[in-house]
């Protein structure tokens, strides 16, 4: 059947062009994923991520481990690179969440010990196996099947990281429910305030290079190194000074741990911490240099406030000794939300990660036999273009379509897409956006409250981590989005502004912790917002304000 193609505008008026596979396709409700994918995925990084959400990574999970239904209408379309999903019919949502929908309670008390106890094992094996470095060994028909095996791996344990999600926001529902019945126009600040203070995995990355810091400080000879010597020079110095090794021991661990995350979810081309670890060494010296409290500190005051949060609620019910019992048991189940949903994440980035020692190695190859002009631009090649290659079936001069693809990605990196495609674009994407306002001199973004307080400080804009170490102290983060990888930044920045997320989103979460405002669901504010400008973010009324003058 011949492809439709459908023109929808950007927010700057750009054209978006959507081909259909089937005109039937173009009729139906497409939702765009910026919380996952703010910025187009990469060729391979789309195979992939098909992989995940329309195979054995999200389909069929489900009925495998735990007899629940197959998954039949979760489906995506990848526009230019950008992630849409498919809305479903309500009729389709109530009969598959009925389906399923005791089970998914059933699990959610104990959601956190499944967690622990069966999946994340399967996974951390599964990113183990990916690591391998023997890649190399195999000719090149060989290592193109095994990228296939090797994705097909990493989607599997992908899957698993699905099986918490329902389970996990399920255990905070009930929560949730009581809340916004019983304390009226508190009640969803006091659900907020409930789930904050529990250690996770963001948090316990930052607290490792936080205390890297503090290990470099306490050898003189290392703490000179790292103030002398230019950082990509850095490691091959630390070896010949007293304290290096011990150092380098530690840092080593450290990436062996955390050092596999991608910087936002499946997009493949981006180097890790890992290939290079000069990205973590920034960290640290920033840590050094900045002489920062501890990124435990934050959470023992996050934690502070939740306890007081629940004294104080609990003795608003105290006179009703059954809403009383309700809500402590809400409240304990409630407990597993933050720990399963950052830990979920955290490994979604690991096997991602995990993925790039045999593409890079596929690359490698391509290259020295001079089918493409450097191994990195494997990503800019398709799967099944891959096996044609191997095959010796197709001689397109690959180097140019990697090259022009190269370009057209970065283009569309800069532009923000329609929120929504489809059937009623117009009527979604209403739906979808915030306000703007203009209030006398100044303009106003209107988004998601998702951390109170208010800072007024300098916009730093970030569309990639590659930048980070230029944030300064007290500045305001304005971003697309934010993974567990961008969480080592909170601890020195004023405020954050990001286009997509929700107040339980990664983003969020994180903006609590350290007990900075923030403001989530902003459309656009990294198109509308420059460096340097003065913002004053409002994150308990969700507002961003920029001054007409700045």
């Given at each position: 059947?011949?492809?439709l193609?459908?023109?929808y ?18 009729q ?26 329309e195979?054995?990574?999200y ?7 735990r ?12 526009p230019?690179?950008f ?7 309500p009729?389709e949502?109530d009969?598959y969440l ?5 089970r998914v309670?059933?699990m959610?008390?104990s ?7 069966e999946?994340?094992p ?11 470095d023997?890649?190399?060994s195999m ?9 296939e095996?090797c994705?097909?791996v990493a ?8 099986l918490?999600?329902?389970s ?5 529902e009930?929560l949730?429910?009581?809340c916004?019945?019983e304390?009226?126009?508190d009640?969803?600040?006091t ?6 203070g529990?250690s ?5 990355s930052?607290?490792?290079l936080w205390?890297l ?12 190194a ?6 990509e020079?850095?490691l ?5 000074v007293?304290?290096?090794e ?6 080593n661990?450290?990436?062996r741990?955390?050092g ?24 640290i ?7 920062t409290?501890s ?13 007081n949060?629940?004294?104080r ?5 105290a006179?009703q ?6 809500f402590?048991?809400?409240?304990a189940m409630a ?16 096997l991602?990660g ?8 596929l ?7 001079g089918?493409?002009?450097?191994a ?12 044609q290659?191997?095959e010796?079936?197709c001689?397109n ?8 693809r190269q ?9 923000e ?7 009623a674009p ?6 979808l956006s915030?306000t703007e306002?203009?209030e ?5 973004l ?19 981590l ?6 300064q102290?007290?500045e ?34 994180v903006?609590r912790e ?9 459309r656009?504010p990294t198109?509308?917002?420059q ?20």
């Amino acid at each position: 059947m011949a492809e439709l193609t459908t023109v929808y505008k950007c927010t700057n008026g750009a054209n978006f062009p959507v081909q259909w596979q089937s005109p039937e396709d173009g009729q139906l409700n497409w939702v765009r994923d910026a919380s996952h994918f703010p910025y187009p995925l990469t060729p391979l990084a789309v195979d992939f991520t098909r992989r995940v959400y329309e195979d054995s990574g999200y389909r069929h999970f489900w009925a495998w481990r735990r007899g629940f239904p197959t998954l039949g209408h979760v489906r995506t379309t990848y526009p230019l690179g950008f992630v849409y999903r498919l809305v479903p019919e309500p009729a389709e949502q109530d009969a598959y969440l009925q389906e399923y929908g005791r089970r998914v309670v059933e699990m959610a008390p104990s959601i956190r010990c499944v967690w622990k106890r069966e999946w994340e094992p399967q996974i951390r094996a599964a990113c183990h196996w990916l690591q391998r470095d023997d890649y190399l060994s195999m000719d090149l028909p060989q290592l193109t099947t095994y990228l296939e095996h090797c994705m097909g791996v990493a989607a599997g344990a992908y899957g698993l990281t699905f099986l918490s999600a329902t389970s996990m926001f399920a255990c905070g529902e009930p929560l949730r429910a009581l809340c916004m019945k019983e304390f009226g126009g508190d009640g969803e600040k006091t659900f907020v305030t409930l789930t904050e203070g529990f250690s996770n995995e963001s948090t316990a990355s930052d607290m490792a290079l936080w205390q890297l810091a503090r290990t470099a400080g306490l050898l003189p000879e290392v703490a000179a190194a790292f103030q002398k010597t230019n950082t990509e020079q850095l490691l091959g110095v630390l070896h010949k000074v007293h304290g290096g090794e011990e150092f380098l021991r530690e840092f080593n661990r450290y990436l062996r741990r955390y050092g596999w995350r991608l910087e936002t979810w499946d997009e493949l081309s981006k180097p890790t911490w890992q290939e290079s670890p000069a990205l973590a060494i920034r960290v640290i010296e920033y840590y050094l240099a900045a002489e920062t409290e501890s990124p435990h500190a934050p959470l023992v005051r996050s934690a502070r406030r939740r306890r007081n949060e629940a004294q104080r609620a609990a003795s608003q019910l105290a006179s009703q000794p059954d809403k009383l019992a309700r809500f402590k048991t809400a409240l304990a189940m409630a407990r597993q939300y933050v720990p399963v949903r950052e830990g979920r994440a955290f490994w979604q980035l690991t096997l991602g990660g995990s993925l790039r020692p045999v593409c890079l190695a596929l690359g490698e190859k391509l290259r020295d036999v001079g089918v493409l002009e450097q191994a990195t631009d494997v990503f800019y090649l398709r799967l099944k273009e891959l096996h044609q290659i191997a095959e010796g079936a197709c001689e397109n001069d690959w180097r140019e379509v990697a090259k022009r693809r190269q370009v057209e990605h970065e283009y569309w990196t800069h532009m923000e897409p329609p929120p929504a495609v489809g059937a009623a674009p117009g009527a979604l994407a209403a739906a979808l956006s915030p306000t703007e306002v203009e209030e006398g001199t100044e303009k106003v973004l209107r988004g998601t409250p998702a951390g109170a307080g208010i800072a007024e400080g300098r916009a730093k804009v970030l569309l990639s981590l590659n930048d980070a170490d230029k944030i300064q102290r007290g500045e305001i983060l304005v971003c697309r989005t934010t993974s567990p990888a961008w969480s080592h930044l909170f601890s020195r920045i004023g405020g954050v502004v990001a286009d997509a997320g929700s107040v339980l989103g990664h983003c969020a979460i994180v903006a609590r912790e350290y007990a900075i405002p923030c403001v989530v669901g902003v459309r656009g504010p990294t198109e509308q917002i420059q460096d340097g400008m003065m913002i004053t973010v409002d994150g308990g009324q969700g507002t961003v304000r920029i001054r007409s003058d700045a």
